[in-house]
């Protein structure tokens, strides 16, 4: 499995941006997708974008055009650039790659919280 470090979150004032940063280490060669999801409290994780191997990306509609995820091979890392933040995103944000013939690994997660 993948080892990913979730970093960028807090507190941030409705209407503002935040940048979330996800670092793989490990056997990080063989990601096929990596993507962020979040968790509200008292339910599942919920996805909210996705890359894929080659760039093609995947959005969850209630965060079309207000959060951009990109990567850079180079440095094995995602990013998850979020504008116009709501407080309904407030959540805990984690990191997820996908490997084929290993599945699913995890950050730790990153609190994300949208106040005034």
């Known amino acids: 499995q993948v080892q990913l470090v979730e970093s960028g979150g ?3 004032q409705p209407g503002g941006s935040l940048r979330l940063s996800c670092t793989a280490s490990g ?3 063989s990601i096929s997708a990596m993507g962020w999801y979040r968790q509200f409290p008292g339910n599942e994780r919920e996805l909210v974008a996705q890359i894929f191997d080659g760039g093609h990306t995947n959005y969850a509609d209630s965060v079309k055009g207000r959060f951009t995820i990109s990567e850079d091979n180079a440095k094995n890392t995602v990013d998850l650039q979020i504008h116009s933040l709501k407080p309904e995103d407030t959540a805990v944000y984690y990191c997820n790659a996908w490997q084929i013939g290993v599945g699913d ?3 730790q997660g990153t609190q994300v919280t949208v106040s005034s």
Do not use: D, F, N
Request: glycine share 34%; charged share 0%; no cysteine.
């Open 27 to 29: 056997s990080s060669g």
């Open 10 to 12: 807090g507190l941030v």
């Open 105 to 107: 690994s995890w950050g």
